[in-house]
């Protein structure tokens, strides 16, 4: 039973789409995050969502808009799509906003934008 | 303000060579500190963690120490293997439940 999934895991895609990462968690947990990682596997959070409410909203481009149906999902959309999105991208969850709870990864979606 | 510093890699090391990966933290009040594991073409795992100062936190034959007066958590093994390769991120969380990440560091561990 995976814990953190995303779908898909590859996703290759033209300047200009938008496109969408969907996340799901079965660990009941309540905090959802987005990660970006760059080839230099630098690790840059993006979002955080807790019981579906936006908790952190790094500086991002407003072209990345998260969508949280229910707190078992935390879907990223981009849209207009550019060269330097291309990373690997991260969901993540824990347990609640006490600051002391280890986070669960996903496999990650690596996007190519060409 | 919070951040953590990871010493740069990419580390090579000799199978059952000691491994040391250093990493300090600056932080307001009393953060929990971890250690994560990224295996290649994985999400990032948990290895370890430690969360009050003097604790130590352990899995899989590594350790590492919070030590506060240093404000440091570094990484050690006694004797890699070749399956310990893998980016290692040193991280704190502190009030607020975010995450700050080291750089990660790439170790390659050759037979």
């Known amino acids: 039973d995976t814990a953190v999934s995303q779908t898909p895991k590859y996703l290759v895609t033209q300047m200009g789409n938008d496109k969408s990462i969907k996340c799901e968690q079965n660990?009941?947990?309540?905090?959802m995050y987005w990660y970006k990682q760059d080839s230099k596997k630098f690790l840059k959070i993006m979002f955080s969502?807790?019981?579906?409410?936006?908790?952190i909203n790094e500086t991002v481009p407003n072209r990345f808009s998260p969508k949280s149906p229910d707190k078992a999902h935390l879907n990223l959309h981009i849209n207009s799509l550019e060269l330097g999105d291309s990373a690997v991208y991260f969901c993540?969850?824990?347990?609640?906003?006490?600051?002391?709870?280890?986070?669960?990864f996903g496999p990650g979606t690596r996007l190519t934008v060409t | 303000g919070n951040s953590v510093t990871q010493m740069e890699g990419p580390v090579t090391l000799s199978e059952e060579a000691f491994l040391t990966i250093n990493c300090t933290y600056t932080?307001?009040?009393?953060?929990?500190l971890f250690w994560y594991v990224q295996y290649p073409g994985e999400g990032l795992q948990l290895l370890l963690k430690a969360t009050k100062a003097d604790d130590k936190g352990s899995n899989k034959g590594f350790e590492a120490t919070y030590r506060k007066e240093t404000t440091s958590f570094h990484l050690e093994k006694g004797s890699v293997q070749v399956s310990d390769s893998a980016v290692y991120f040193c991280?704190?969380?502190?009030?607020?439940?975010?995450?700050?990440f080291g750089t990660g560091t790439s170790l390659t561990v050759i037979p």
């Open positions: 993540a969850s824990s347990q609640d906003l006490t600051g002391h709870d280890e986070q669960y």
């Open positions: 932080a307001t009040g009393y953060p929990s």
């Open positions: 969502y807790n019981n579906k409410e936006l908790i």
């Open positions: 660990l009941g947990h309540d905090t």
């Open positions: 991280a704190l969380i502190n009030t607020g439940n975010q995450f700050y």
